[in-house]
Nanobody
Framework: QFLLVESGGGLVQPGGSLNLSCTTS?????????????VAWFRQAPGNGREGVAC??????????KYADSVNGRFTISRANAKTSVYLQMNSLKPEDTAVYYC??????????????????WGQGTQVTVST
C-alpha cells in the first residue's frame, strides 16, 4: 500500500496557470512505478461533490487520457518520463476552478475513468484558489 502526495497548489489570478504534481510517498519510487497505474485528478469545492477532472493510463495501444468537459482544452494531464509522477497543467484558470485537488490511482492495464469509486489510492489534496 502506498500514499499519493500532491503539490503545486496555491493562489492565482483568473487567467493564470498552475502545474500540480502527484507522486508516490514511497522513497523507492521504482517499487511502485506509476506506469502500471491509472492516475486521475479530482477536485472538490466547498458544498460540492467530488468531480473527476482528468485521468490517464498506459495501455498496450498507447496513452489513454480523458477530461471533464469543464476543463477540456484548458487542463493537460501528463506523466514524467520516469513515470514516477503525474502532472496536471492548468491554464486559463477561472474562479470556478477553485477547489481542493486530489490525485488518485489504481493498478490497471485498461482505460482510465473519472469515476472516483474506481480508485483505491488517494492523496491528501492540495488547495487551488483562483481569485483577484
Amino acid at each position: 500500500q502506498f500514499l499519493l502526495v500532491e503539490s503545486g497548489g496555491g493562489l492565482v489570478q483568473p487567467g493564470g496557470s498552475l502545474n500540480l504534481s502527484c507522486t508516490t510517498s514511497d522513497r523507492t519510487l521504482a517499487s511502485y512505478p506509476l506506469a502500471s497505474y491509472a492516475v486521475a485528478w479530482f477536485r472538490q469545492a466547498p458544498g460540492n461533490g467530488r468531480e473527476g477532472v482528468a485521468c490517464t493510463s498506459i495501455r498496450s495501444t498507447g496513452i489513454n487520457t480523458k477530461y471533464a468537459d469543464s476543463v477540456n482544452g484548458r487542463f493537460t494531464i501528463s506523466r514524467a518520463n520516469a513515470k514516477t509522477s503525474v502532472y496536471l497543467q492548468m491554464n486559463s484558470l477561472k474562479p470556478e476552478d477553485t477547489a481542493v485537488y486530489y490525485c488518485a490511482a489504481r493498478n490497471t492495464s485498461g482505460p482510465c475513468t473519472t469515476s472516483d469509486t474506481w480508485y483505491d489510492h488517494w492523496g491528501q489534496g492540495t488547495q487551488v484558489t483562483v481569485s483577484t
